[in-house]
């Protein structure tokens, strides 16, 4: 089975009629940080990410269910924009669509690309109607789809893939129009490729928002077992960073305790029952802290160092807002953690704090910045030189 290489890194995001993405195509890099006013779609670039990764594990149909179906998540605006709407000389207005309405998803990257496009079923007598087919689905190889490119396409219910002499399979195969080829299809026997995408977009990993309320998961004493991943509710908090200190990097992670809280230091204690317990030493203080006793951003603070510092990095780290709850004082240090995870996976970061961005700035030479605006009720990359000039892209046809 070809191999992902452990540098590959995704090169290219592209986005078709979600929510405000009426036509986004991305550079992405090894660290790429992505900011813009509240309102200019930073949160529908990361429920894109997440809906793409859903993919791959037969969730996207559910995932667009709880967003309230297909036709709730299409862009809500004009097929297309005419000169006049732009310089506001007259207002946009409905118009009859000529292509097919569809929702679509893709990203190329060192090794293959993958791309999928989402619409509504023909009518029917079925209750489940309202539940979007995979129109078409492809991963070719290289940096841009090319026909010469494909190593699996498929249309409809159809899949076809290439042989090892570069021609077309004789056979055909068949699969459920509401699942991805990426499950139904992800046969090394028969086209190594999408089992290599699919394994290669399953690794992607997210974190959202950890809770920090007195009832949190990451503020319980419970059993803990060796944790190199933490979960996405922050539970497993004190064995995910003792893992770390056992197995990861030790010194990465009292560097990270020192920068936010100098002085201070982590130890986790595990009882004769199994329980780990975390214990925060602060300068000062006759007995450490437990996780109960901790202030909303020590507590997320230590949430992301564990995340930051996973022994088992993801091929893709994507963050969302950080920095919520977190002192200002302690951004430089979250930007050094990110810095330092950016070296062992590739990190996408989703911001609004113009403070993170500065910080991240200053922590890395590497970082690549992206700033979304609204325009006409669509998101873009601000100041982007032209459509000529963004990254290479097409999209499969029907």
């Not at 309102?39 to 990410?49: E, H, T, V």
């Not at 079923?121 to 290289?142: H, I, L, M, Y």
């Not at 609004?352 to 992206?370: C, F, I, K, N, P």
Request: hydrophobic residues 40%; negative net charge.
């Amino acid at each position: 089975m070809p191999a992902v290489s452990v540098d590959s890194v995704l090169t290219t995001l592209a986005v078709e009629n979600y929510r405000s993405l009426r036509d986004l195509v991305l550079p992405l890099s090894r660290l790429t940080v992505v900011t813009g006013a509240n309102g200019s779609g930073k949160s529908n670039l990361y429920r894109a990410l997440r809906l793409l990764a859903d993919t791959s594990r037969s969730g996207a149909v559910a995932a667009l269910a709880r967003e309230g179906g297909l036709p709730s998540t299409l862009w809500a605006g004009p097929e297309k924009v005419g000169r006049a709407v732009r310089d506001g000389r007259t207002p946009p207005q409905g118009t009859t669509r000529n292509k097919p309405v569809g929702l679509r998803l893709g990203f190329t990257g060192d090794d293959f690309g993958y791309a999928l496009d989402l619409g509504m079923p023909t009518p029917g007598e079925s209750a489940f109607n309202r539940d979007p087919e995979f129109k078409r689905e492809c991963v070719w190889s290289g940096s841009v789809l090319r026909d010469k490119a494909l190593l699996a396409d498929r249309a409809g219910p159809v899949v076809r893939t290439r042989e090892q002499s570069g021609a077309w399979g004789a056979e055909a195969y068949r699969i459920a129009p509401t699942d991805s080829m990426l499950t139904s299809f992800a046969d090394p026997r028969v086209s190594p490729e999408v089992l290599v995408v699919r394994e290669q977009i399953r690794s992607w990993r997210f974190y959202d928002h950890f809770r920090t309320d007195a009832e949190a998961p990451a503020r319980q004493v419970r059993v803990g077992t060796r944790t190199p991943v933490l979960d996405h509710d922050g539970a497993d908090l004190p064995a995910a960073l003792r893992t770390i200190e056992e197995i990861g990097d030790a010194d990465a992670l009292h560097t990270a305790i020192d920068n936010a809280f100098p002085g201070s230091r982590l130890s986790v204690r595990s009882g004769d029952d199994g329980r780990f317990e975390l214990e925060f030493h602060q300068h000062g203080l006759l007995r450490p802290l437990s996780a109960a006793e901790l202030s909303d951003g020590t507590l997320r603070y230590l949430l992301w160092v564990a995340a930051l510092l996973s022994p088992r990095p993801p091929q893709l780290l994507v963050l969302n807002e950080p920095e919520t709850s977190l002192h200002p004082s302690l951004l430089p240090a979250l930007a050094t953690l990110i810095a330092t995870a950016a070296e062992r996976t590739q990190v996408v970061v989703v911001t609004h704090a113009r403070d993170l961005v500065r910080a991240v700035e200053a922590s890395t030479d590497d970082a690549s910045l992206l700033e979304l605006e609204k325009e006409l009720g669509a998101t873009v990359l601000a100041d982007a030189p032209g459509i000529l000039d963004r990254p290479p892209w097409h999209w499969p046809k029907r």
